[in-house]
């Protein structure tokens, strides 16, 4: 299975469970719906998918949507290109792309090179806040395991899941400035931004990937625009 796959399975297979995780978040976990998620794991809560225990915020709840409107991952390009286009329009500083080269606007082969880069993303930023355990990590594991029979894809995910978190080692991810736009999008829809740990990890993740400040922002402000 391609990254591309199976991370429209995950946002797909995940819309529920997250919607149904944000009104259990308030009762249980101590307000934390990825906690509230596995409250209920083993049953429904396990089938719904990685994305309902990966992304447990609200944004990421609101990216649910938003990616099943567009397309799963081609949501993310999208808001990339859109967040491009403005700041060329805004900033002098801005470089001159006639057409910037997101997810959604590049080959099959190029848009898996997008993928697994957000992948990764999404994977470091849940771990932000350092909530992600043991336990957690094997009902991730076992998730990704409904969604593909690709044992070497498995093990990169399981591998991800183990890497201390290191915003320095996700950037080198970022080979262009569209999958840096991609990622950080990615990253916005995980962390909580009132949470000291997770805002302090965007921002170093932006810093890691050189995102010009002003392009930070217009990424921030898309992502708001668009519900993510």
Do not use: C
């Amino acid at each position: 299975m391609s990254i591309m796959n199976l991370l429209d399975q995950m946002l797909q297979s995940g819309q529920g469970a997250l919607q149904n995780a944000g009104n259990r978040a308030n009762a249980t976990a101590g307000g934390n719906p990825l906690g509230a998620l596995l409250t209920g794991a083993g049953g429904g809560a396990l089938a719904a998918g990685t994305i309902g225990v990966l992304m447990g915020s609200k944004k990421a709840r609101k990216m649910g949507g938003t990616a099943l409107k567009y397309g799963g991952l081609a949501a993310l390009g999208l808001v990339a290109y859109k967040a491009f286009s403005t700041w060329q329009q805004n900033s002098a500083s801005a470089p001159q792309v006639s057409q910037p080269r997101t997810v959604d606007r590049v080959p099959a082969l190029e848009a898996e090179f997008h993928g697994k880069a957000v992948l990764r993303a999404i994977i470091a930023a849940a771990k932000a806040d350092g909530h992600i355990d043991d336990r957690e990590r094997q009902l991730i594991d076992q998730s990704i395991a409904q969604l593909t029979s690709d044992q070497e894809l498995q093990a990169w995910v399981d591998q991800e899941l183990r890497k201390p978190m290191d915003p320095a080692e996700v950037a080198t991810s970022a080979t262009t400035p569209e999958i840096a736009a991609e990622m950080y999008l990615a990253s916005l829809l995980m962390v909580d931004e009132e949470n000291f740990m997770e805002r302090a990890y965007l921002d170093e993740l932006a810093r890691q990937m050189n995102l010009d400040p002003s392009f930070k922002m217009e990424l921030e402000h898309q992502a708001r625009q668009a519900q993510l």
